[in-house]
């Protein structure tokens, strides 16, 4: 009997594509076969590799425009859009052919893209993000786009979303006509709602991340609510060994604290914020991890209660850690709260500002406003600090650890085996 054989488009940085090879994983181990499509950074395809899955490299590499682009500029943004969903109909096509189904996340010119090789392949497509700001709700507004500011005398959800779609259609809808027509398919009046689908999937732990039962419709117009499928986060399944000298590091005093941003560009922010967060800690005699990250962050001397480090997995490392300073990202603050773990989170753009109000929410640890104005100062950072590694927020972080569910990728597995066979 042939294995059902599923290609996942993931274009972004490393919170996109890492939540892809647990999904492959998972999937994997169901028997399947899996191509990843995804940006062709060496550190995305050595994770791919990793995971045992076949990975293809798609697009241009994502760290050098996530750490040269000025955040919020629209500057080449047309071609790079064109470029994206031309590798849609190119090389993820090329990749789907024979395959069972289609499985996307990302900006918009890859989830249309990605829809649209399915749509001519006659197989099952499936939108999946791992953050629901991108989702419309009359509880939150859209988070913009590019170069097109939303009004800011416009204090209606509903109406935001209405005008995030045809923001959508203005800078997305002729360039994707332009390629279904090369493809002969016809066009597409909606270009939010085709590629998110009636039915989005949210990779997101509920308990983190909660849905609200009334939404307004992916098309906007304030139609009903949004029929989002719930699967929990998506983690790769076994942590990876951590490299012998973070090993040594912990062995040899007290559990430090960890602060890396990702890959969010921090420009000349980054030395700032990087002191900042170690005289911090030091303030209360913890030592260091540094995660370099794309901002490149390095120790402020060379102390010994300091470590920098390239690559730690965070499943393995963050339980061992006392607290994590870090950037607000999906995944690294599901996978603090999945570890038990407090937080402090300096939030500067995109989705990170939301999941620093729902750690703030649930008392997991503390959070900066967004985005700040500065890099925080040491003793805004150490007050922080201070308040993550209370005996109150480790209790409520251990408490919430145990509702955290950890099979969001095998239950997502599953619904695509039922999809594909639909």
């Not at 393995?316 to 773990?341: K, P, S």
């Not at 999941?355 to 008392?363: K, M, P, Q």
């Given at each position: ?119 001519r392949l006659g197989v099952p ?156 800690a030091r303030e209360r005699s ?88 500065e890099p925080p100062s040491p ?44």
């Open positions: 009997m042939r294995r059902m054989r599923v290609v996942v488009s993931a274009y972004g940085a490393r919170g996109s594509v890492e939540p892809m090879a647990g999904l492959a994983e998972a999937l994997r181990e169901r028997g399947a076969e899996v191509r990843v499509c995804a940006p062709p950074d060496g550190e995305f395809t050595e994770l791919l590799d990793g995971s045992g899955v076949a990975a293809i490299p798609v697009g241009a590499p994502v760290r050098p425009l996530v750490t040269t682009v000025k955040p919020g500029s629209a500057v080449g943004l047309a071609q790079r859009a064109a470029d994206l969903m031309a590798a849609q109909f190119g090389p993820v096509a090329e990749a789907a052919e024979g395959c069972d189904v289609v499985v996307a996340t990302g900006p918009l010119p890859v989830t249309a893209g990605a829809r649209s090789v399915a749509e497509y499936v939108y999946a993000t791992h953050t629901p700001v991108v989702l419309p709700s009359p509880h939150q507004p859209p988070p913009g786009r590019r170069g097109r500011p939303l009004p800011p005398d416009v204090e209606d959800n509903r109406e935001l979303w209405d005008l995030d779609a045809r923001l959508a259609n203005d800078m997305f809808g002729a360039m994707l006509g332009a390629f279904r027509d090369a493809a002969g398919l016809p066009p597409v009046d909606d270009v939010r709602g085709y590629a998110f689908t009636d039915r989005p999937w949210l990779a997101a732990d509920p308990v983190l991340s909660p849905w609200p039962t009334a939404g307004i419709g992916i098309g906007g117009g304030g139609g009903g609510a949004v029929d989002v499928v719930r699967t929990g986060a998506w983690f790769r399944p076994v942590a990876r060994p951590l490299p012998p000298e973070v090993t040594a590091f912990l062995k040899a005093g007290p559990p430090p604290v960890y602060v890396g941003f990702g890959s969010t560009p921090l420009g000349t922010a980054g030395s700032a914020l990087a002191r900042a967060a170690i005289e911090a913890r030592r260091v991890i540094l995660a370099r990250g794309w901002a490149g962050l390095t120790p402020t001397d060379d102390g010994d209660d300091c470590l920098a480090v390239d690559e730690a997995d965070h499943q393995a490392l963050f339980a061992r850690v006392a607290a994590v300073i870090h950037h607000g990202g999906a995944g690294t603050t599901t996978t603090a709260a999945r570890a038990g773990t407090p937080q402090v989170i300096v939030p500067r753009a995109g989705d990170q500002p939301y999941w620093a109000d729902r750690i703030a929410t649930l008392g997991l640890g503390a959070t900066l406003p967004a985005p700040p104005p003793t805004v950072l150490s007050a922080a600090l201070a308040t993550a590694l209370s005996p109150e927020t480790r209790a409520r972080a251990e408490a919430v650890r145990g509702r955290i569910r950890d099979d969001g990728a095998t239950v997502a597995a599953g619904l695509l085996f039922e999809t594909a066979g639909r």
